[in-house]
Nanobody, 125 residues
Framework: QVQLVESGGGLVQAGDSLRLSCAAS????????MGWFRQAPGKDRETVAIINWTGGYTYYVDSVKGRFTISRDNAKNTMFLQMNSLKPEDTAVYYCAADSIPYRVMTTAGAMRYWGKGALVTVSS
């Protein structure tokens, strides 16, 4: 089993930056694609960014391109989401997740097997 724990959320003003971390424990996740997802109140879950197991391939939803950067440190079993130029519409609970099948170039939210409990990010205007 893999446990994922998000940290780094909080309340910031528009234009500020935050860095989310996702620490994995239980067993290594270095062979698995991972991703960040978010859900705002009253809205469906949205894929924010996905990174493959090597870190060499990434995907971003259009609304965060140029502002957010996903990365991972496989030696530390940790994934990050650097969020710059935050906007009020980025307010949501952010979840990290790990894929169910190793060594895939890309994956989807539906294929994620392990999920964290979420970190709240609130951006005030």
């Amino acid at each position: 089993q893999v446990q994922l724990v998000e940290s780094g959320g909080g309340l910031v003003q528009a234009g500020d930056s935050l860095r989310l971390s996702c620490a994995a424990s239980g067993r290594p996740v270095s062979s698995y694609a991972m991703g960040w997802f978010r859900q705002a109140p009253g809205k469906d879950r949205e894929t924010v960014a996905i990174i493959n197991w090597t870190g060499g391939y990434t995907y971003y939803v259009d609304s965060v391109k140029g502002r957010f950067t996903i990365s991972r440190d496989n030696a530390k079993n940790t994934m990050f989401l650097q969020m710059n130029s935050l906007k009020p519409e980025d307010t949501a609970v952010y979840y990290c997740a790990a894929d169910s099948i190793p060594y895939r170039v890309m994956t989807t939210a539906g294929a994620m097997r392990y999920w964290g409990k979420g970190a709240l990010v609130t951006v005030s205007s």
